[in-house]
């Protein structure tokens, strides 16, 4: 049977959300005095073991969107739908949505109901600092299956796009670009050093071609003018900004050699802790696979039947 990278992607999302959902807002010094060992339940949501948050239910919205093609007003109505109806919820509520994120949907819905969804596409241009959460890469992955393959600079056009629906800032599409571009480079085989590697060399040819700020290339230095691994753990962090996230991921997907320590170690720095976790659980779901991912944790995974049929159904529409 052919490999569903699809599946490996999202249940690696979905499975480090909900491990880390128990543990969100503990700080370091609580996490490393008793840290994560397993996925357990209840926590600081009183959640069943299996149940993820926000982030992986806006990562299925996009991801069923894109069954029906590239469509920014689709998309939107589903992010609404889960926030207002609980659509894509892992149980029936919506327990853990980001301020950003909530401004954002309410924005949307306006837009739309106004009849102004062409504006959709033009969110970038009302950016500000505040627009630089980690909202949008929590949820981006299943974007990869549409943009494999275009030219980078047609993918971060798109990213961009995706991204601002709740983060406008371009330094936020950027972390997304960077993070789709190493997911890229695994879905194409390649060792994880080296998709990370080649990402570092293409996206700086990306910054020359579309004239990237100077100063937003600043926010980047650790993980793509330097090597990321060459950052002391003691530097890592893990709260909402997007680049902080960022940087954490790659670390510990780059560093780990294995799903199991990749989520449990970035769960372990605290705070924010099933975004990160999800965002590292994507990477490494892609590069280890779904047999990579411990089958005690997937069981328990809430309404696991409906994210493979919907993973099943985007691998056959992007093969």
């Keep these: 049977m052919q490999k569903n990278q699809v599946l490996d992607a999202l249940l690696g999302v979905c499975v480090g959300d909900a491990v880390g959902v128990p543990y969100e807002f503990k700080s370091r010094e609580a996490m490393q005095a008793s840290p994560a060992t397993d996925m357990i339940g209840y926590g ?5 073991p299996g149940t993820w948050s926000d982030d992986s239910s806006l990562t299925f919205c ?129 060792d994880k050093i080296a998709a990370y590697e080649s990402t570092r060399i293409e996206i700086k040819a990306l910054w020359n071609s579309i004239q990237f700020p100077m100063q937003e290339q600043e926010h980047f230095i650790k993980v793509i003018q330097n090597d990321i691994r060459d950052t002391p753990i003691e530097e890592l962090k893990t709260g909402g900004y997007v680049i902080e996230v960022l940087e954490s991921s790659i670390w510990f997907f780059l560093q780990k050699d294995n799903y199991r320590d990749t989520i449990l170690s970035i769960i372990n720095l605290g705070h924010d802790t099933d975004t990160s976790a999800a965002i590292a659980g ?34 056959q529409k992007y093969p």
């Design 44 to 48: 600081t949501y009183n959640q069943r």
């Design 62 to 190: 996009l991801a069923e969107s894109l069954l029906h093609g590239y469509d920014l007003k689709d998309m939107s109505k589903r992010f609404i739908r889960w926030k207002e109806d609980t659509y894509w919820s892992a149980r029936g509520r919506v327990f853990d949505i980001g301020i950003t994120t909530s401004q954002a949907l309410s924005r949307l819905y306006s837009l739309i109901t106004n009849g102004q969804a062409q504006a959709l596409a033009m969110q970038k241009l009302s950016a500000n600092e505040f627009d630089n959460g980690n909202g949008s890469l929590m949820r981006i992955l299943p974007l990869l299956f549409y943009i494999k393959g275009k030219n980078i600079e047609k993918q971060f056009e798109l990213v961009w796009e995706v991204s601002a629906l709740t983060h406008r800032h371009i330094r936020a599409a950027m972390s997304c670009m960077i993070y789709l571009k190493i997911a890229e480079k695994l879905l194409q085989g390649e």
């Design 282 to 315: 994507g990477l490494a779901g892609l590069y280890y696979g779904k047999a990579g991912i411990p089958e005690a944790w997937v069981s328990q995974i809430a309404r696991l039947d409906d994210i493979i049929k919907l993973c099943e159904a985007l691998h």
